[in-house]
């Protein structure tokens, strides 16, 4: 059984460059979501899937970020024009739902992005 | 929304010790974990508790969901412990919310 994998582990972009990170989850897993971890902060909601479905998004992915599972298998998560203020970690969890209840999240490594 | 509230921000122990950590919510919620986050960043289950009491080796969390807390109790404390513990809710069966963790450090 092999767990949620996100790729890369780290960048480093300039400001104003785009970046793209993607997430794999749990194969038997239909939802995913998307958490943003600044230093010393717990993980912050960013959005989640159901399946293929885009369901909720967060206050704090502006117009810059986007994020698609277009199989509602793996995920990726698209920053645009890169600010400073977007360095952090970028975790991805996934989880069954089943009967209108979501279950165990199963985070991933993270992707650690910096951006100088 | 929700709160989630974490207590003591910071614990230090002696290797051997017992400790117990707090974690608070402010609503009912459907779901409640607890993750230990080691030094490289990822976030490893310890629990998933939404009520009740349950116990792993060295480890046991419980959940008093109509007090609106959990507690997590470690005994026999070891160097490897060490790191961030959160909890985490959810209220709305959609997106977890995090406490800002208990960051613990057992010294040998």
């Known amino acids: 059984d092999t767990g949620v994998s996100q790729d890369p582990r780290h960048k480093i972009t300039k400001r104003g460059q785009n970046v793209t990170f993607r997430c794999d989850p749990i194969?038997?897993?239909?939802?995913l979501y998307w958490y943003r971890q600044t230093l010393g902060q717990g993980p912050e909601f960013l959005t989640y899937?159901?399946?293929?479905?885009?369901?909720?998004k967060s206050r704090l992915l502006s117009d810059r970020f986007s994020a698609e599972r277009p199989k509602g298998s793996f995920s990726t998560l698209e920053i645009q024009r890169t600010e400073q203020g977007d360095s952090a970690m970028y975790l991805c969890?996934?989880?069954?739902?089943?009967?209108?209840?979501?279950?165990?999240?199963?985070f991933g490594p993270g992707t650690r992005l910096t951006v100088t | 929304g929700i709160q989630v509230e974490q207590s003591p921000p910071d614990l230090i122990l002696q290797e051997g010790a017992n400790s117990t950590l707090r974690c608070n919510f402010s609503d009912s919620v459907n779901n409640l974990q607890w993750f230990h986050q080691n030094p490289w960043g990822q976030l490893i289950n310890l629990f998933y508790i939404p009520s009740g009491t349950k116990q792993n080796g060295r480890l046991s969390a419980t959940t008093v969901a109509t007090e609106r807390y959990s507690l997590l109790y470690i005994s026999s404390s070891q160097t490897t412990d060490s790191g961030v513990y959160f909890c985490?809710?959810?209220?709305?069966?959609?997106?977890?919310?995090f406490g800002a963790g208990t960051r613990l450090t057992v010294k040998p």
């Open positions: 899937f159901q399946n293929e479905a885009q369901l909720e």
């Open positions: 969890a996934s989880s069954p739902f089943f009967a209108g209840v979501p279950y165990e999240q199963y």
């Open positions: 194969s038997e897993h239909n939802r």
């Open positions: 985490a809710v959810d209220a709305n069966n959609n997106d977890m919310r």
